[in-house]
């Protein structure tokens, strides 16, 4: 069934084109990924199939009956406390998932920006949708919502549109990508992989055709010259084809540099042979002083830091639990450093610690006398709509149109054009480049991240990754991007049940040790994980004959019936379970119904345990179905039963 079909779509905005007849269509169990560089029209793709702009040309076709609901950058919710923005026991589930289940009772209007947006994506979720669109659905999401959130969009079987730079959820969720780029629109099967090796295809096409038209050019460029008399003899339209062969052009890059500024911009970029970045040694060691001033040996150390907030943490009212204590560390030179640990846990509170915003309840911070700190925080620092990134960067800098200031602009692909464009202009990805810049303009060697891969698109991802590679200072960022920690910080400070401790072996030696551990229990932020019952037997994976190859040979007629009445009492005792577990969440979700009335964590909780009830049921059902495909193909290939 086509939900969606955009034909020949035209998008563009005051200052530039976005992009020119594109056209998509997406079915039942599509799952697109939308991509490309900041600014270059993926949330307006979303709003034009969404229904909530018109296109400026081209056709939007929407199947008839066909229920759209979309997750916007930055949502409007409802007045009212949180349960009646998602009521039921799906949604008291899938908030608790997303760490809102301590939060249910609370008034929206009370909420923060990032937990107002996991309850649009609650209300997304809930919603029975058979196209769902979603603009960053990751953001604000620590690693186990995201993990949930993955594994509940790999099993749609409706349509799925999304905008997201999360390149595990690319690859794990998508079965197609559409790149924006220049303009031009391409569809990618597969995820993040098939994204990239469509690209290096194309891009490997681009350098093969322009070698193709230069070499053309070149000879009616040598016909062109043969002499006047010889010349007029030439057609016109042979000569003007010639011409507009001589001067054609390879498509511009859509940026114009790497990432960076000063002399961190001559090293290594995108296009270049690994050995460009060798030739200049180690960055960190020689650096340009320009881009950071040298630290001494003394950072930022921390001795026996705890913080709780209440009246010990500078508040009014009861002193509430204590995020984390007991944390003695000195940050090195250099170093590069990862906070990790569940939205609650405390990653935003101590980077307010570590740049001096916030006084730790208990134990000393010391700062080193050549640290400089800049804060790059969630939000961002506050923006003047009305003004032009040139008269933003102007004022912070203090040197007004300076050649510095031109080059810095350039170097974080603010061209002449986006110089003068005003901030309300910008998309979401470009505000935080801006942000990004003004940060690194006052020049700190202390650099403090908080979530800076949220709107950023993969290229600046990858920019940034490569930029902070080789920065000068030292860098601690709070990230749930596992991609980006993965390949930024070197030692992780987990923050986890109250208290943070420092791990050498950064974030993959972090990760491995958290996957070793038991189920970890379900505390503040975390999402609930019921436990089945002891007496429901896991089913065994599905294996289709074909997988199974000529290993184990054909089986027997009567292991077949076997295997078959095994798996009908899996169903049986499954059904019973689920029949209970529905009885059991309707008297719950009756109880929660009345004021006051109901434990909501026990109504999330039999709600995760029904989901994971109706999925080993289907499971059990389809390796029925297998076992009796399997008896069928043996019946044919043995003949009928002697008599």
Known sequence: MILVDAAGVTMTRPDKPLFADLSLTINDGDRVGVVGINGCGKSTLLRVLGGLREPESGIVRRGRGVRIVMLNQHPSLPTGAVRDAVPGWEGAAILDRLGMGPMVDADIATLSGGQGKRVALAQALVSEAELLILDEPTNHLDLDAITWLEERL????????????????????CTKVLEIDRGSSYIHEGGYQGYLDGRARREDESVQAESVRANQARRELAWLRRGAPAR??????????????????????????????????????????????????????????????????????LEGVGHCFGPSGGLEGPAMPWLFRDLTLALDPGGRYGIVGANGSGKTTLLEILAARLAPSEGSVDIGPTVRIGIYDQ??????????????????????????????????????????????????????????????????????LDEPTNDLDLDTLRALEDFLEDWPGTVVAVSHDRAFMDRTAEEVIAIENGRASLVKDGYGGWMAAREARTTPTAAIGNPVRSTPSPSLKTVAPITS?????????????????????????????????????????????QRAATPGGGDHRALAAIGAQLTELSIKLA????????????????RTANGPPQK
């Open 379 to 448: 939000f961002g620092r506050e923006l003047d709509l009305t003004m032009r990134v040139r008269e933003a960067v102007a004022q912070r800098s203090g040197a007004p149109g300076s050649p510095e200031d031109l080059k810095l602009m350039e170097a974080f692909w603010f061209d002449t054009d986006a110089q003068w464009a005003e901030i309300g202009t910008l998309s979401g990805g470009e505000r935080r480049r801006l942000q990004l810049l003004l940060t690194l303009i006052e020049r700190p060697n202390v650099l403090l």
């Open 232 to 301: 007029t003899r030439k057609p016109k339209a042979h000569i003007d084809a010639a011409r507009a062969l001589v001067d054609g052009r390879p498509l511009a890059a859509a940026r114009s540099s790497t990432l960076g500024f000063g002399s961190a911009t001559a090293r290594r970029g995108e296009g270049q042979g690994p050995s460009a970045g060798a030739q200049q040694g180690s960055f960190r060691q020689g650096v340009d002083e320009r881009l950071a001033p040298r630290l001494g040996t003394k950072v930022i150390e």
């Open 619 to 634: 499971a059990a059902e389809e390796r029925w179905l297998e076992l009796a495909e399997e008896s069928e193909v043996s």
């Open 154 to 173: 790999a099993r749609l079987r409706t349509g799925l549109l999304m905008v997201t730079h999360d390149r595990h959820v690319l690859d794990r969720v």
């Open 545 to 589: 004959p074909s997988a199974r190859g000529t290993r184990d040979g054909a089986r027997s007629a009567s292991t077949l019936r076997q295997l078959t009445k095994d798996v009908d009492k899996d169903i049986a005792r499954l059904t019973t379970a689920h029949t209970k577990a529905e009885v059991e969440l309707a008297a719950l979700s």
